[in-house]
C-alpha cells in the first residue's frame, strides 16, 4: 500500500516538473528552451536510431567505473576499518588524496590511459572508490563491539566475520555512498565524453549544440538524466532487497 | 569442569598499566551454575570474556575440561548483555548461526529445533527480525542459538538486566527450565543479588578494583520450588547484600 503510494508520489512530481519546464519554454519563447512536448515526441522518433548506442557507451562506462569501486573499494574499506594498523598506513593516503578534485587529473590520465575508454573509466573510478572506501570503513568502524563477541566464542575465522558481520553490516553504508557518488560520476562521465570520443551521451548532447539542433540536445539531457534516475532508482531498490532489515 | 587458576588481566589505557583481574581462582563442576557478583568495574565482564577466548591476553590458566580456552576446539556460548543477535538475521537464521560456524556440513535436525523453539515461545517469529522484537523475546533467541549447540559452557553477561522486572523473572524461569534439560555449565555475572541467589549454584563475589574472589558461597536454595516466594531466599539475600555491602565499602 505504501508502496504504490510512493510511487504515485514520484508521478505527480515528474508531471509538476514537465509542466513547469512547458510553462517556462511558453513564457520564454525562444529556440534555446524548446517545449517539452516536441523534446518528447523527438525522442521517441531518434532514440532507436541514433541515441541508443550513445546511450549504451555511457551506461557501460558507469557500470564498468562503479564496478571496478566496488571490487577494489570494498575489500580496502573492510580491512581498514577491522585492522587499525592497515587503518594507520592508508588512512593518511586517502585523506590527502580524498579532496583532489579528480577532474583536474583528467588530462594526465589521458596522456597516460589514451583519449579512449580506459581514461573514461578511470576517471569515474577515482571519483566514486574513495568515497566508497571511507564509507565501509566508517561502517566497520561503527560496529558495536559486542557484536563480534558470540562469533569469537564460536570460534569464527575471519572469513565468517567477514561474511557474516562485516560485509552485511556495511552493505547500506556502501549502498548510499554509491548513490551519492553516482551523480558526481555522470556529471564526470559528460565531461570525459566530450573528448576523444564519438561515442557518449555528452558527445551526442555536445554535438547537437554544436549543430545547434536545440531538440536533439534537449532529448540528449533527458536521457542522460534517465540513466541517472534509473542507476539511482537501482541503488535504492537493492538497498530495499538486501537491507530491508534496517526498516524493522 | 572449569578451572580457573591464579588469573591476572591487565589493562593499558592511555599509556598506564591498569590492573583489572588480579589472581583468581575458581572452580565449576561440570554442568554447575555460577553466578558473579560485583560491583561495576570489578572486572567481572573482563573475567567472563577471558573464559569465552575474547580477550587472550592475561596471566594464569583457564581450563575447559582439562583443556586451555579454544573457541575453534570447544563450544562456548556467549550471550553479551545487548544479547548480541545480528539484526541483519532473521530469528530462524541467528539461532542457526552457531550451527553454522560449528558442523559446517552437519545439518541441525529440524524437528529438534522445531520442538526447541516452541519450548522457548519462539513458534512462528522464525522470520521476523531481531529490531521486531521484543527485549525479553530477543533475550530467548540469545538462549535458543546458545543452547542449539549443546556448549561445553555457557557464559553470560548480565543477561537479564536489560528487562522489565516482570520479563526479567520470567525470562529467568525460561532459562532455569531449559538449563534442567540440558544441564550446561554456565557462568554468569550479574549485579542483582536475587538474581544471583535464584540461579547460582555457586555464588562468587568479587570486589575491588583490582578484581578479586572475596568469596564463594555454595548455595543450598538452588533449583527449590517456588524458592522465590519463601523466607528462607529472602533470608540469603539479605545475608549476601550485608556481606556484599561490608566487602565493597572496605
Known amino acids: ?248 | 569442569m572449569i578451572e580457573i587458576k591464579d588469573l591476572s588481566v591487565n589493562y593499558v589505557a592511555q599509556g598506564e598499566r591498569q590492573s583489572v583481574l588480579e589472581e583468581v581462582n575458581l572452580e565449576l563442576a561440570a554442568g554447575e551454575t555460577c553466578a558473579i557478583i560485583g560491583p561495576s568495574g570489578c572486572g567481572k565482564s573482563t573475567m567472563l570474556k577471558v573464559v569465552a577466548g575474547i580477550i587472550t591476553e592475561f596471566r594464569g590458566e583457564v581450563l575447559i575440561d582439562g583443556q586451555p580456552v579454544c573457541p575453534k576446539q570447544q563450544k562456548i556460548g556467549f550471550i553479551p548483555q545487548n544479547y548480541g543477535l545480528l539484526p541483519w538475521k532473521n530469528v530462524y537464521d541467528n539461532i542457526q548461526l552457531g550451527a553454522k560456524l560449528k558442523n559446517k556440513n552437519q545439518n541441525t535436525d529440524k524437528e529438534k529445533l522445531a520442538a526447541f523453539l516452541k519450548q522457548l515461545g519462539l513458534s512462528g517469529l522464525e522470520r521476523r527480525y531481531p529490531g521486531e522484537l521484543s527485549g525479553g523475546q530477543q533475550q530467548r533467541v540469545a538462549l535458543a542459538r546458545s543452547f542449539v549447540l549443546k556448549p561445553d559452557l555457557l557464559l553470560m553477561d548480565e543477561p537479564f538486566s536489560a528487562l522489565d522486572a516482570i520479563t526479567r523473572e520470567e525470562m529467568q524461569q525460561v532459562f532455569l527450565s531449559i538449563w534442567r534439560k540440558y544441564s550446561v555449565s554456565t557462568i554468569l555475572v550479574t549485579h542483582y543479588v536475587e538474581e544471583a541467589v535464584y540461579l547460582g549454584q555457586k555464588i562468587v563475589v568479587l570486589s575491588g578494583t583490582p578484581g578479586k574472589v572475596s568469596k564463594v558461597i555454595d548455595n543450598p536454595h538452588f533449583g527449590v520450588e517456588n524458592i522465590r516466594s519463601r523466607p528462607e531466599f529472602f533470608e540469603l539475600c539479605r545475608e549476601l547484600r550485608k556481606m556484599i555491602k561490608e566487602d565493597w565499602s572496605r
Open chain 1, 1 to 248: 500500500m505504501t508502496k504504490i503510494r510512493r510511487g504515485i508520489w514520484y508521478i505527480y512530481a515528474a508531471l509538476f516538473f514537465f509542466a513547469l519546464w512547458y510553462v517556462l519554454a511558453a513564457i520564454v519563447n525562444l529556440p534555446i528552451i524548446p517545449s517539452p512536448v516536441k523534446v518528447v515526441s523527438n525522442l521517441f522518433t531518434i532514440f532507436l536510431g541514433k541515441i541508443a548506442v550513445h546511450a549504451v557507451y555511457s551506461l557501460w562506462r558507469i557500470v564498468a567505473g562503479v564496478f571496478l569501486s566496488i571490487v577494489i573499494g570494498i575489500p580496502l574499506g573492510l580491512f581498514m576499518g577491522y585492522f587499525p594498523r592497515l587503518d594507520g598506513a592508508f588512512a593518511p593516503l586517502v585523506y590527502l588524496t580524498y579532496p583532489i578534485p579528480k577532474i583536474a587529473l583528467l588530462p594526465i590520465i589521458m596522456l597516460l590511459f589514451g583519449l579512449g575508454e580506459a581514461s573514461k573509466i578511470i576517471m569515474i573510478f577515482l571519483i566514486i572508490v574513495f568515497q566508497v572506501v571511507v564509507a565501509v570503513r566508517d561502517g566497520v568502524y561503527s560496529i558495536p563491539k559486542e557484536t563480534y563477541y558470540p562469533l569469537y566464542s564460536l570460534g569464527a575465522n575471519f572469513l565468517a566475520i567477514f561474511r557474516e558481520i562485516l560485509i552485511p553490516a556495511s552493505l547500506p553504508k556502501i549502498l548510499t555512498s554509491l548513490r551519492v557518488a553516482m551523480a558526481t560520476a555522470i556529471s564526470v562521465l559528460f565531461f570525459t565524453e566530450t573528448f576523444g570520443t564519438e561515442y557518449g551521451m555528452g558527445y551526442f548532447i555536445m554535438d547537437a549544440w554544436m549543430r545547434v539542433n536545440y531538440i536533439e540536445m534537449y532529448s540528449g539531457i533527458v536521457v542522460l538524466s534517465c540513466i541517472g534516475l534509473s542507476l539511482f532508482g537501482l541503488i535504492d531498490y537493492l538497498e530495499r532487497c538486501w537491507c530491508h532489515w534496517q526498516y524493522k
